[in-house]
C-alpha cells in the first residue's frame, strides 16, 4: 500500500517534496516565526537547511513579512467589533549562481469578529487566527518551492 501511495505522488500532508536542485538551502528572514516554521516543515520535507547561504545550493529570502489588522466593522456605539486580519510575505528563491528561481508574494487573511467587552478573550482569539495564518503562508510557501523544479530544466547538450 506505502509503494504504491508514494509512486502516485502522494505525500504526508506538509511535506512536499524539495527539488533535488535545491534541497540544500539557507532561509533568511528577519521574521523568526515563519522562519523558525519553514526550516522545520523544509527539514521535514527531505531538504537540508543550513545557516549559511555559501554552504547552500539556494536561498529563501523571506522580504517585507507583514502581519496587517484593519478595521472591518464597527457597532453602534462606534467601537470595533471586526477586523480583516492578513499576513503578507514576498520571497524569493536563489540558487548558488545567484540565479532567481522563483520571485512571489503569498496572503493569507481572516476575518475577526469579537465583542469589543471581551478583551482578553480576543486577544487569544486573534493570536489564534494569528498563528493558524503562519501555518497557511508556511504551506502556501512550500508549495510553491516544491514546484521549482518543473522550472529549472536541464541544460541539453547539441552536437
Known sequence: LSVSLTACGFHLRGQLPIPEEINVINVKSSERDLQSRL????????????GSATDALAVLDLRNVRYDRTV?????RGKVNGYTLQYIVNFTVVN????TLRESTVV?????????????????EEESLREDMLTDVTQQIL????TIVSSISPVSQTG
Open 39 to 50: 526550516v522545520d516543515a523544509l527539514s521535514f520535507s527531505g531538504a537540508t537547511v543550513v
Open 72 to 76: 472591518r466593522t464597527i457597532d453602534d
Open 96 to 99: 548558488a549562481d545567484g540565479d
Open 108 to 124: 493569507t487573511q481572516r476575518d475577526f469578529n469579537f465583542d469589543p467587552d471581551l478583551v482578553l478573550q480576543a486577544e487569544i
Open 143 to 146: 508549495r510553491q518551492i516544491s
